[in-house]
């Protein structure tokens, strides 16, 4: 599946009802830094993209019904983080993003990046990473997530697989 329409399904599935589990008002965000989250996000958009094309999964051996919840999870937990992020993270993360081709996390710089559109400096920076963004491939996430071989095993994984209430 192509970045754009895998990124378009990470974004349009955040307005579920979660009935069961972890909660937002839990402060999942403050645990993971923002690059953690962005590699994550990677991860759960090849274990999407297999699941999409009835693919074997080749990470995290996931039940079906478990998949659909990943990027709505990953998502409220990513919104949570941006809106709480210092002057500093942004500084790291714009430090971050001149790399984020080789860890796959440039589309999730570009959303943190629009997000703050008074921001000179990050509005500055958006050009280039969304450039790096719109050439990742489905090849390149594929390599990017056999690389965050720990995912599978994380306590970030155990909360996106569950249940959020909202």
Known sequence: MKFWGLLFYLLC??????????STEDNLS??????????????????????LEKKPQFMCNL????????????????????????EKQIDN????????????????????????????KMQKSLSEIQKKAKITSSA????????FKDFCHTRLVRIIRSEIRQ
């Open 13 to 22: 599935c955040n307005n579920l009802g979660f009935a069961n589990g972890f």
């Open 30 to 51: 403050g645990v993971w830094s923002l690059r953690t989250l962005a590699r994550a996000s990677n991860a759960v958009l090849v274990i999407v993209d297999d699941s």
């Open 63 to 86: 039940k079906d019904q478990e998949v659909p919840r990943l990027s709505p999870n990953l998502k409220m937990i990513i919104d949570e983080k941006v809106r709480g992020l210092t």
């Open 93 to 120: 993360m714009l430090l971050d993003g001149k790399k984020c081709e080789i860890e796959c996390t440039c589309d999730i710089y570009v959303l943190v990046i629009q997000a703050f559109p008074e921001n000179q």
């Open 140 to 147: 390149d996430r594929r390599r990017c997530a056999k690389n």
